[in-house]
């Protein structure tokens, strides 16, 4: 197996095509746009970029719908430019990965199509069942919310998602050697490796009827099976292995101990996952119900994904999650001091750390008024079903604005100009307001500004071998349960970490609790004896007791 060297102790910047820099004035970003920002990237200090879909696709999930993986979206560009990316970030030693869906594709791809049609060659390429009298085959539900199976002709599909989002019959090796192929084909192209969608749920065990859940009926057929396990060792036996690239799988509702067996040296199957647990804080069983956000939730779940499992990603945002200084910052006077704090988690814990765009600005959710100004298919679709529920307009609207995929996906913030500097034309989603003061040009211009802490902290990491590879310890006192301190211990010396998440200040915690060492960082120009709001601190110490 090749060195992992680089895909540890670099940092992964996450591109929302999109939404990223538009170049032709269409008002959606495309490739030729990325292209003129890699030097941006460069100067922050990431090491990878991974591609949010940029394959030929209908859009109904704005490209998690593919219709054709082997083609470039033509509101993207064109295969040359593809190349040309790949080519001028190679230039840059920025590696590229992809993002890889196969639990589904489009119905609009031509293996549906002719599946659809009844092609004897594809039907099974497809899962297609017969109905319960007038009711689907069984009674699972979509992550969309809704019935997870849509009726063609005689028969219904499966779609996990939506129903533009048929799921792939992994049972069917045709499948297996299809998928293979497009994985050669990007491979040999030159990208780094995938980001793999939804990968925990591809192999359905079986199609009987789910437990009656509150979201999510039939899951225990299709989360992490023995059969997914399997799968995903022959693809890094039959592609991956040849290549020196990673993998990272984009794991739904797994457990470390689920994430260690994914992650394990031994059988190849990914080399990291994302997991979900510390973006569950602030909900009460599924995401549309919010409960407060409580900051001992996030440490809890930080530190049992730290001490459990060897080597994994970090990540505090993605183009699914609302912003995170939004969540679990402050969007208001401590904006900057919020962002540093959680941007120095982001470098100080142990993993691959995942920036996603306009993180390192410290953007905030979009300002929707109202459903019309959203656009997301899932908003749209949980919209519908709790009007079935007979929710009210306000207390839907309520939810969704709260938890809508299109909190991140709002244009990057290049400017305070006209469109953020995204687009000379219409944006496909509404810029916030707040380009005025949040944008790159404006944090650039500031050494005390949040995008020259990222930097900061991008390079102080890519330098200090204990960041890079030093143990986690949980140091948290349960004294000041709000307050996440850790230790990342080495061989050469000891980091500490202390960060306040939240606004209130303690007084006299550093009396009480003294630092050793010298500060490598610190979001507060001075020193004091109470920690400040949302203060983050990290010391360096030769040697310490634990
Ligand atoms: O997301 C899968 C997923 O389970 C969730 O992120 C989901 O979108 C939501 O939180 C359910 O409430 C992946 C992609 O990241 C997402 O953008 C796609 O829409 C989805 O798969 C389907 O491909
Ligand atoms: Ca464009």
């Keep these: 197996m090749a060195s992992d060297a ?8 996450q591109i929302y095509p999109r939404s990223f820099c538009d170049s032709n004035g269409d008002g959606i970003g495309d490739l030729r746009g990325i292209i003129g920002k890699l030097d941006y990237l460069k100067d922050l200090g990431v090491g990878i970029v991974w591609l949010s879909p940029v394959y030929k696709s209908p859009n109904d999930d704005n490209g998690y719908d593919i219709s054709d993986y082997t083609a470039i979206n033509p509101e993207f560009g064109t295969m040359e430019d593809m190349d040309a990316l790949i080519e001028k970030a190679r230039e840059l030693d920025i590696k590229i990965i992809m993002d890889l869906v196969i639990n589904h594709t489009s119905d609009e791809h031509e293996w549906f199509v002719k599946s659809a049609a009844g092609d004897s060659e594809y ?8 109905g319960k009298g007038k009711k689907p085959p069984n009674n699972w539900t979509s992550f969309f919310a809704g019935d997870a199976w849509q009726k063609r002709g005689e028969e219904y599909y499966l779609h996990l998602f939506s129903p533009k989002q048929p799921d792939l019959n992994w049972n069917n090796p045709k499948v297996y050697d299809e998928i293979k192929k497009v994985m050669k084909f990007w491979l040999d192209k030159g990208i780094a490796g995938f980001r793999c969608d939804v990968i925990n749920i591809i192999y359905k065990t079986s199609l009987a009827d789910g437990k009656k859940r509150l979201a999510l009926t039939g899951k225990e057929h299709y989360l992490s099976q023995e059969g997914c396990h399997r799968l995903l060792q022959r693809l890094n036996e039959d592609v991956l292995n040849d290549y020196d690239c990673f993998t990272v799988g984009e794991t739904v509702m797994v457990t470390p101990k689920e994430a260690c067996r994914l992650t394990n040296r031994d059988k190849r199957e990914m080399d990291m996952v994302f997991g979900f647990e510390h973006m569950e804080c602030d909900q009460w069983m599924i995401k549309w119900f919010k409960t407060k956000y409580k900051p001992e939730r ?30 679990f910052g402050d969007e208001g006077e401590y904006r900057v001091q919020s962002a540093k704090m959680l941007g120095g988690l982001l470098f100080t814990l142990k ?8 993180q390192e600005i410290g953007m905030l959710n979009g300002d929707f008024k109202n459903l019309d100004e959203v656009q997301d298919v899932e908003s749209h679709n949980v919209d519908k079903t709790a009007r079935r529920m007979l929710f009210t307009k306000g207390r839907r609207w309520k939810m969704i604005k709260r938890t809508t995929r299109d909190n991140a996906r709002t244009p990057m913030q290049w400017t305070g100009g006209k469109n953020a500097g995204f687009t000379s034309g219409t944006p496909w989603l509404k810029v916030n307001a707040n380009c005025a003061d949040i944008n790159v040009e404006a944090a650039r211009g500031d050494s005390d500004g949040i995008f020259d802490w990222y930097k900061n902290m991008i390079a102080l990491r890519a330098s200090n071998v204990t960041l890079l590879y030093g143990e986690f310890v949980d140091a948290t006192d349960k004294k000041f349960p709000r307050v996440f301190r850790f230790k990342r211990v080495g061989n050469d010396g000891v980091v500490t970490v202390v960060a306040n998440m939240t606004a209130k200040t303690v007084r006299d915690y550093f009396v009480k609790r003294p630092t050793e060492g010298t500060i490598l960082q610190s979001n507060y120009a001075d020193s004091s004896a109470d920690l400040r709001p949302y203060e983050f601190m990290a010391t360096m110490s030769q040697k310490e007791k634990i």
Excluded: M
């Design 6 to 13: 680089w895909w540890k102790e670099r940092t992964v910047y």
């Design 298 to 327: 996030l440490i809890a779940a930080l530190v049992k994904w730290q001490t459990n499992v060897p080597w994994n990603t970090v990540y505090f945002e993605n183009h699914d999650q609302p912003r995170s200084v939004s969540r």
């Design 123 to 130: 039907r099974d390429y497809y899962i297609w069942r017969k």
């Design 351 to 358: 993993g691959t750390p995942f920036v996603y765009e306009g």
